[in-house]
T-cell receptor, first 111, second 114 residues
């Protein structure tokens, strides 16, 4: 069955440290891939997306993600985390015109 | 660009009443709108997909007579929770997409049914 997996439920990093959030998917072809961020009690904001082309995509707020076909992964990275980055992050995949979400990774940033 | 609004942002109602939630695309025409439900500390669950001018397509397990969706124009979709019960309390989020694959999300509506 098709699925989107975010292995890490909760990650804690120190402010200024680097960050990588993992996302794996299981689909036959290359789907459209997205990362969304959700602040507490808020809706979702699109960070970045990958449709085709360059496998390293740049997003807003200093985030980037790399699509690796061989690993069926689309990991989100940021070189230096800010306290305001504390939120829930969702990886998502478009498949058959529907958007499927991972279960999310909660990011805590400590001073 | 690509701003989606929802109204109200939060609503409290009595059990048995109906609640309408609006979702608007403010600066683009949304040919497709989606309604999601999010339970505490969980991911989003797609409830239904609606295309402008046609009936919504509901996901398996979602009661279409309870969650009425109307997509009357290219900028407005409404979700009406009919005869709401406490178990309907949740965070409801809409999203809208134009001609591309990207969905833009509204800020969400928190519903509490007493």
């Amino acid at each position: 069955a098709q699925s989107v997996t975010q292995p890490d439920i909760h990650i804690t990093v120190s402010e200024g440290a680097s960050l990588e959030l993992r996302c794996n998917y299981s689909y036959g072809a290359t789907p459209y891939l997205f990362w969304y961020v959700q602040s507490p009690g808020q809706g979702l904001q699109l960070l970045l997306k990958y449709f085709s082309g360059d496998t390293l995509v740049q997003g807003i707020k200093g985030f980037e993600a790399e699509f690796k076909r061989s690993q069926s992964s689309f990991n989100l990275r940021k070189p230096s985390v800010h306290w305001s980055d504390a939120a829930e992050y969702f990886c998502a995949v478009v498949w058959s015109n529907n958007l499927f979400f991972g279960t999310g990774t909660r990011l805590t940033v400590i001073p | 660009g690509a701003v989606v609004s929802q109204h109200p942002s939060r609503v409290i109602c009595k059990s048995g009443t109906s609640v309408k939630i609006e979702c608007r695309s403010l600066d683009f025409q949304a040919t497709t709108m989606f309604w999601y439900r999010q339970f505490p500390k969980q991911s989003l669950m797609l409830m239904a997909t609606s295309n402008e001018g046609s009936k919504a397509t509901y996901e398996q397990g979602v009661e279409k007579d309870k969650f009425l969706i109307n997509h009357a124009s290219l900028t407005l979709s409404t979700l009406t929770v009919t005869s709401a019960h406490p178990e309907d309390s949740s965070f409801y989020i809409c999203s809208a997409s134009g001609r591309g694959e990207t969905q833009y999300f509204g800020p969400g509506t928190r519903l509490l049914v007493l």
